[in-house]
């Protein structure tokens, strides 16, 4: 399984964009990257998945080096509401994949 | 809107008691899981099934914990005997593999044995 690195927390402020980086050195041909936040008292939710170049969705965008030994989830325009865990996850279709500890991103007005 | 449900959502009970958690996962999902979440430890995989059948259950403390899936719309997780170290909240999880294997997660049962 391929390990992941992010920051333990992040700060920012309502309508700035936020950029939440995770290494994952070893990652494996077969291997997917994929991002979930989780809220307090709730279960993770999946915000992007992707396995090269950019991709974006109504949430987020997500964006993978050539090498992709690392990923940066960005979150345009954050609101209170976006204050949570993000999790970076890396694994290929099939096999389980492993929740490290996550970045708190909390988000003030 | 599909959701995964799971019951109960909160649970004390005394050391030495069992405990039975269960899931419905999305209607048309094969993939089941099961995680702990503590403080201490985060997010961990218990178990998780595909098509009903276990294929890891190594994060599970196999003594005393017990995970089946009767049929395609219920999973249970047991635990017996209970400790007060098995505090934690417990997520069940489901997905249909192929379709980028998104796992939708429910809302958990909060467990506390005392």
């Known amino acids: 399984l391929a390990k992941t690195t992010q920051p333990i927390s992040m700060d920012s402020y309502e309508g700035q964009e936020v950029n939440i980086t995770c290494s994952h050195n070893n990652i494996a041909t077969n291997d997917y990257i994929t991002w979930y936040q989780q809220f307090p008292s709730q279960g993770p939710r999946f915000i992007i998945q992707g396995y090269k170049t950019k991709v974006t969705n109504e949430v987020a965008s997500l964006f993978i080096p050539a090498d992709r030994k690392s990923s940066t989830l960005s979150l345009p325009r954050v609101s209170l509401s976006d204050t949570a865990v993000y999790y970076c996850?890396?694994?290929?279709?099939?096999?389980?994949?492993?929740f490290g500890a996550g970045t708190i991103l909390r988000v003030k007005s | 809107d599909a959701r995964v449900t799971q019951t109960p959502r909160h649970k004390v009970t005394e050391m030495g008691q069992e405990v039975t958690m269960r899931c419905q996962p999305i209607?048309?999902?094969?993939?089941v899981f099961w995680y702990r979440q503590t403080m201490m430890q985060g997010l961990e995989l218990l178990a998780y099934?595909?098509?009903?059948?276990?294929?890891?259950d190594s994060g599970m403390p196999k003594d005393r914990f017990s995970a089946e899936m009767p049929d395609a719309t219920l999973a249970t997780l047991k635990i017996q005997p209970s400790e007060p170290r098995d505090s934690a909240v417990y997520f069940c999880a489901s997905g249909q593999s192929g379709s980028q294997e998104t796992q939708y997660f429910g809302p958990g049962t909060r467990l506390l044995v005392l």
């Open positions: 099934f595909r098509n009903r059948a276990p294929l890891d």
């Open positions: 209607l048309g999902h094969n993939t």
């Open positions: 996850l890396v694994g290929a279709y099939g096999n389980k994949l492993v």
